[in-house]
């Protein structure tokens, strides 16, 4: 954590190294009532067996933290999983907490063994975990393929995206940081899994043009049909990029509102207009 990150203003940062099956989180867990469990192995590393550094990480190292969590006095654990458990796409209905499990990689994967992992410690130990599953993250700092996407915008170069008619759900970091913070606090968030989203689900033709909107520059699409982006993606090994752009991902986080009375502080506008601020500066 750098110097004069904001985070550093709530708090002692401790560093705890490795994450896994013997990490000491001793230190960290001191006085504390609950858990936000955010770290996790996101991307594959070069010359690793790939699943087997997915499960370290990111379900032997939560059942780790949720034990020590339990046995320190936590009463709470929330756990920041993915979308990603329940499939890549969505066909005519989209996601919910009723959809089943259909990890596609070994990322999925990995979130969907420690949803279960946590699950078992809850039942062993008595303590309160409460799961969210997000779609794409946005917000300051965004990194990946949303930035080279604003990247993109913020250029002006024209983009094939205006014949794109799908539906994708995200949602801007602070609104998932107000879902979290529900969570926290709600009594009926205890052993409970929610999607959570922006409310809004958008096409990937009217995220470029929302974006251009957002960063005050004109708007640049080419109404090129579908079958054609994708094969020419496929040419040129990109068949799986291509699907984030032209696939829809939507998702029907009304349990979170109904049970924890939740709704998103922020409009996809809003969101999309900080981060563009924070891009321009």
């Given amino acids: 954590m750098p110097p004069g990150d904001p985070l550093l203003q709530l708090g002692e940062a401790i560093v705890v190294g490795e994450i896994g099956p013997d990490s000491d989180w001793s230190r960290a867990l001191r006085d504390v009532s609950s858990v936000v469990h955010l770290a996790n192995l996101a991307h594959e590393m070069h010359g690793q067996a790939p699943l087997a550094r997915y499960l370290k990480v990111n379900v032997e190292g939560s059942r780790n933290l949720a034990r020590q969590a339990s046995a320190a006095g936590a009463k709470r654990l929330v756990y920041l999983s993915s979308v990603k458990v329940l499939g890549e796409r969505t066909a005519a209905a989209g996601f919910d907490e009723t959809s089943p499990a259909n990890p596609r990689d070994v990322y999925a ?21 409460a799961i969210l599953r997000p779609p ?27 014949a794109v008619t799908n539906r994708r759900s995200l949602v801007f970091v602070g609104n998932l940081t107000s879902a979290i913070e529900a969570c926290l606090y709600h009594p009926a968030a205890t052993g409970k899994t929610f999607l959570v989203s922006d409310g809004e689900a958008i096409s990937s033709a009217d995220l470029v043009r929302a974006l251009a909107s957002a960063l005050d520059v004109p708007v640049r699409l080419l109404a090129v049909p ?10 040129v090994g990109k068949s799986e990029e291509a699907g984030r752009l032209l696939d829809s991902l939507e998702i029907d986080d009304g349990l979170l509102r109904r049970e924890l009375d939740w709704s998103p502080p922020y409009s996809v506008a809003e969101g999309l207009g900080i981060t563009a601020q924070w891009f321009r500066e």
């Avoid at 700092?141 to 024209?158: K, Q």
Wanted: aromatic share 6%.
């Fill in 109 to 129: 994967q990995s979130k969907w063994q420690a949803e279960q992992a946590l699950r078992e410690v809850a039942g062993q130990t008595g303590l309160e975990v």
């Fill in 136 to 162: 794409l993250v946005y917000g300051p700092g965004v990194r990946a393929n949303f930035l080279r996407l604003m990247r993109l915008v913020a250029r002006g170069l024209p983009l094939p995206l205006g």
């Fill in 226 to 235: 579908q079958p054609l982006l994708r094969a020419v993606a496929g040419l």
